[in-house]
């Protein structure tokens, strides 16, 4: 114990919405099955919520929750959809061809949540926005992350305790 700890994104339980947004990435399924696994090994897993896609995921983020605590998280954050340099484009392009009816009061919304931009670089502001929408989505997850029990004071890491692996394949395998 005191060892490691660990969190895993897990950006929908949508399946189908999964394959569009992260075509090369594990399922939610086996994300969650992978909390599962470091907790039941003993490893504290935690959850991202992320990215946070107003109008497109947000919706989704207490069941994200909810199911990342029945899989043994002990842990949860969330990061606000970022749209740096080249980024902004390719989301921009990605949301009209898989989300045309949403496409714009989802870029509506992420520009209210960054001072009409569509990125903030700022530190204060560039992992979970400001404005009304940003302080809801905030709210919603602190409220959950309460009552879910996440984010509990953990003794700190305890690197002294660190071994390596005495032979190729002794390492808990994830995916």
């Not at 999964?18 to 696994?37: D, F, H, K, S, V």
């Not at 940003?134 to 959950?144: D, G, I």
């Not at 996440?150 to 692996?165: K, V």
């Amino acid at each position: 114990m005191g060892l490691a700890k660990a969190a895993l994104s897990v950006t929908t339980l949508d399946r189908k919405l999964a394959r569009t947004m992260e075509p090369r990435a594990g399922t939610p399924t086996r994300r969650l099955q992978a909390i599962e696994g470091l907790a039941k090994a003993g490893v504290p897993a935690g959850v991202m919520f992320a990215p946070a896609i107003p109008a497109l995921n947000d919706h989704e983020m207490e069941a994200v929750l909810n199911a990342a605590s029945g899989a043994g998280a002990r842990s949860a954050g969330y990061v606000l959809l970022r749209l740096p340099l080249e980024i902004k484009d390719l989301f921009r392009e990605w949301l009209e061809a898989n989300a045309p009816d949403r496409a714009k009061h989802v870029m509506t919304l992420v520009r209210q949540m960054r001072g009409g931009k569509d990125y903030d670089a700022a530190w204060n502001t560039r992992m979970r926005g400001t404005g009304p929408y940003a302080e809801m989505m905030a709210r919603r997850f602190h409220l959950a992350v309460k009552r879910l029990g996440f984010n509990r004071p953990r003794p700190p890491l305890d690197a002294a305790q660190f071994r390596r692996p005495r032979k190729m394949g002794d390492q808990l395998s994830l995916f």
